[in-house]
């Protein structure tokens, strides 16, 4: 783990959000967002909170399943660093 970051557990994030933990269990299976995974509980670096919220709203607001929720995510991945000169070619982003 790295040290000065902090951690909430799923379960936490879900309580918070007041969502089903099989949602966001489905975001990660999909690789929308990164965990540390030291034990058997799976936690969530604070520097992913904001990702996973944006997933939610998709999948909340307009029914977006988690491929879709991740090719969304990806694509203004694209844009973001495109914005900020960082992506020369769209072949050098994966």
Same mark, same amino acid.
């Given at each position: 783990?790295?040290? @000065?970051? =902090?951690?909430? #557990?799923? +379960?936490?994030?879900?309580?918070?959000?007041?969502?089903? #933990?099989?949602?966001?269990? +489905?975001?990660? %299976?999909? @690789?929308?967002? +990164?965990?540390? #995974?030291? #034990?058997?509980?799976?936690?969530?670096?604070?520097?992913? /909170?904001? $990702?996973? +919220?944006?997933?939610? $709203?998709?999948?909340?607001?307009? @029914?977006?399943? =988690? =491929? @879709?929720? %991740?090719?969304?995510?990806?694509?203004?991945?694209?844009?973001?660093?495109?914005?900020?000169?960082? /992506?020369?070619?769209?072949?050098?982003?994966?």
């Amino acid at each position: 783990m790295n040290s @000065g970051v =902090a951690y909430i #557990t799923i +379960e936490q994030f879900c309580t918070f959000h007041q969502c089903e #933990t099989v949602v966001i269990k +489905e975001f990660l %299976d999909h @690789g929308i967002f +990164e965990v540390q #995974t030291p #034990t058997e509980v799976i936690l969530i670096p604070e520097t992913q /909170v904001p $990702r996973i +919220e944006r997933a939610l $709203r998709l999948h909340n607001e307009l @029914g977006v399943n =988690a =491929a @879709g929720i %991740d090719i969304i995510l990806r694509l203004l991945d694209r844009i973001e660093y495109a914005r900020r000169g960082e /992506v020369e070619d769209w072949d050098d982003y994966e």
